[in-house]
């Protein structure tokens, strides 16, 4: 058997790369394309994308490039301002005056008068000339100053002093619930003294019918005191047992 006929007799496919090519070509016209062409266009898409990124990153970096810059020439020229104002001299301050001084300064001074000194004597003549003034200015002057020292104080006097004050409720109770309490809340007001102020007030229950007056007033602590309150009030015994402080609080 010669070789044609071997390889006829053969069952050999060699055309199979050329029909493995043209079915993946009709596959991928029937589902689009591979996997793999996908994956390079997303490729080239992120690449896109990336290079946008950059470009935009480049224009950022610009921007703060120039205001750096900005910034530098401000500070420059700070410092160059503030190396001018180290190097100038600063101004001399100014001594504060002092009180007495001020009142020296305001009082008249009157010129001390010079002798006139008579031509025609001889050298006892000098000693008859007062070369300094006397001492009656330095008087006249410690007397002007003393006199507005002491109106200033007067002045200073005349201010009205603060009064110190305080606020007291009071609880006056009666003997029994037949005590006739306007009455005794009258005869409470009827107490009357430099210093005091009655104020608002009120009927509290106690129990069994019984209620005591709550009056609240307003003293001077220099004037007027609890204990005085207290004995005042007592002495209306037809209608007031006892007398207590239920609340003190200063103004």
Same mark, same amino acid.
């Given at each position: 058997?010669?070789?044609?006929?071997?390889?006829?007799?053969?069952?050999?496919?060699?055309?199979?790369?050329?029909?493995?090519?043209?079915?993946?070509?009709?596959?991928?016209?029937?589902?689009?394309?591979?996997?793999?062409?996908?994956?390079?266009?997303?490729?080239?898409?992120?690449?896109?994308?990336?290079?946008?990124?950059?470009?935009?990153?480049?224009?950022?970096?610009?921007?703060?490039?120039?205001?750096? +810059?900005?910034? $530098?020439?401000?500070?420059?020229? #700070?410092?160059?301002?503030? %190396?001018?104002?180290? /190097?100038? =001299? @600063?101004?001399?301050?100014?001594?504060?005056?002092?009180?007495?001084?001020?009142?020296?300064?305001?009082?008249?001074?009157?010129?001390?008068?010079?002798?006139?000194?008579?031509?025609?004597?001889?050298?006892?003549?000098?000693?008859?000339?007062?070369?300094?003034?006397?001492?009656?200015?330095?008087? +006249?002057?410690? $007397?002007?100053?003393?006199?507005? #020292?002491?109106?200033?104080? %007067?002045?200073?006097? /005349?201010? =009205? @002093?603060?009064?110190?004050?305080?606020?007291?409720?009071?609880?006056?109770?009666?003997?029994?619930?037949?005590?006739?309490?306007?009455?005794?809340?009258?005869?409470?007001?009827?107490?009357?003294?430099?210093?005091?102020?009655?104020?608002?007030?009120?009927?509290?229950?106690?129990?069994?019918?019984?209620?005591?007056?709550?009056?609240?007033?307003?003293?001077?602590?220099?004037?007027?005191?609890?204990?005085?309150?207290?004995?005042?009030?007592?002495?209306?015994?037809?209608?007031?047992?006892?007398?207590?402080?239920?609340?003190?609080?200063?103004?």
């Amino acid at each position: 058997m010669s070789g044609l006929q071997c390889l006829a007799s053969e069952n050999i496919w060699f055309d199979k790369q050329r029909y493995d090519e043209a079915e993946k070509r009709f596959y991928e016209g029937a589902n689009g394309p591979s996997s793999q062409q996908q994956q390079s266009s997303s490729h080239a898409g992120g690449d896109q994308e990336l290079v946008s990124r950059m470009k935009s990153l480049e224009l950022e970096n610009q921007a703060l490039h120039k205001v750096v +810059e900005t910034m $530098r020439d401000a500070l420059q020229k #700070l410092e160059s301002r503030v %190396a001018m104002l180290e /190097k100038s =001299p @600063a101004p001399a301050a100014v001594p504060c005056a002092k009180v007495d001084d001020l009142v020296d300064q305001a009082a008249p001074v009157q010129a001390a008068p010079v002798k006139q000194v008579e031509n025609g004597g001889g050298d006892d003549d000098d000693d008859d000339i007062d070369l300094f003034g006397s001492d009656e200015d330095d008087d +006249e002057a410690a $007397r002007l100053k003393q006199e507005r #020292l002491d109106a200033y104080a %007067a002045k200073k006097s /005349k201010k =009205p @002093a603060l009064i110190a004050k305080s606020s007291i409720l009071l609880d006056v109770k009666p003997w029994d619930d037949e005590t006739d309490m306007a009455k005794l809340e009258e005869c409470v007001r009827s107490v009357q003294m430099d210093g005091l102020l009655w104020g608002a007030s009120k009927l509290v229950p106690v129990g069994y019918g019984i209620k005591k007056l709550q009056i609240n007033c307003v003293v001077e602590d220099d004037k007027v005191g609890t204990d005085i309150l207290e004995e005042e009030i007592t002495k209306f015994e037809d209608y007031v047992q006892s007398v207590d402080v239920a609340a003190f609080n200063k103004i």
